[in-house]
């Protein structure tokens, strides 16, 4: 069974810090998935990323991907309190006969003003 | 474009009754999934169609659960007899392609509780 560890579950941090997030497990995923969700809503999804060491940049938020693409991390620069909500990371193989996306059970954030 | 429209969004029901959540996926979107999340956890996958096929449902508890997509778009899926652990909201989401590194769209979900 392939599980996704995200760590730390609670997060509740001053605005103007910064913040990373961390997404790991044993498996080797295609891609991983980052997504926000806040009370009340579904997840959307903020990032995809499919290479081994790939970095990607969404204004304040920076995404990697481990170069062995069993890990992932997400960091946030001067968080804001519309940063807060759950931050979930799916993973993707082709292992099986379909793809399955697999979640982890996510980091909740909480951004004081 | 309308995004994934689900109904209920709330339903308090006493264990052992029936429900029923609907799902409206994004037009033109041949995948549709539903997860269960459980307070404090991640989705958790229920059920997956292509079109009105079902993909994967190795995790649908099929004793109390089904779920239909009769014409390849709206879908429905049925909790009977329900449980107190039932309790969770449940996502419809689509894709417009079977999940391979694509994109997820989300409804807003249905909250269930079941005392």
């Known amino acids: 069974t392939q599980l996704l560890e995200q760590s730390p579950q609670f997060l509740s941090i001053q605005e103007g810090e910064n913040l990373t997030v961390y997404c790991n497990s044993s498996?080797?995923?295609?891609?991983l998935q980052w997504y926000r969700q806040e009370p009340g809503e579904g997840p959307v999804l903020l990032v995809t990323?499919?290479?081994?060491?790939e970095v990607k940049k969404l204004k304040r938020l920076t995404f990697q991907f481990g170069d062995a693409r069993k890990d992932s991390s997400l960091h946030i620069t001067a968080a804001q309190p519309g940063d807060t909500g759950l931050y979930l990371c799916?993973?993707?193989?082709?292992?099986?006969?379909?793809?399955?996306?697999?979640f982890g059970k996510g980091t909740k954030l909480s951004v004081k003003p | 474009e309308a995004g994934v429209a689900q109904s209920p969004r709330y339903k308090i029901i006493e264990k052992r009754q029936s429900v029923a959540f609907w799902c409206n996926p994004i037009?033109?979107?041949?995948?549709l999934y539903w997860y269960q999340q459980i307070l404090g956890q991640g989705p958790k996958l229920l059920i997956q169609?292509?079109?009105?096929?079902?993909?994967?449902d190795s995790q649908l508890p099929k004793d109390r659960f089904s779920a239909e997509r009769l014409k390849g778009v709206d879908s429905t899926l049925k909790i009977q007899p329900a449980k107190l652990e039932d309790s969770a909201v449940y996502l419809c989401?689509?894709?417009?392609?079977?999940?391979?590194?694509?994109?997820?769209?989300f409804g807003s979900g249905t909250q269930l509780s079941v005392l």
């Open positions: 989401a689509s894709s417009p392609m079977r999940i391979d590194g694509g994109r997820l769209f």
């Open positions: 498996s080797v995923f295609s891609s």
């Open positions: 990323v499919v290479t081994g060491g």
């Open positions: 799916a993973g993707t193989n082709y292992g099986g006969s379909q793809g399955n996306l697999i």
């Open positions: 037009s033109g979107h041949a995948t």
């Open positions: 169609f292509q079109n009105n096929g079902v993909v994967d």
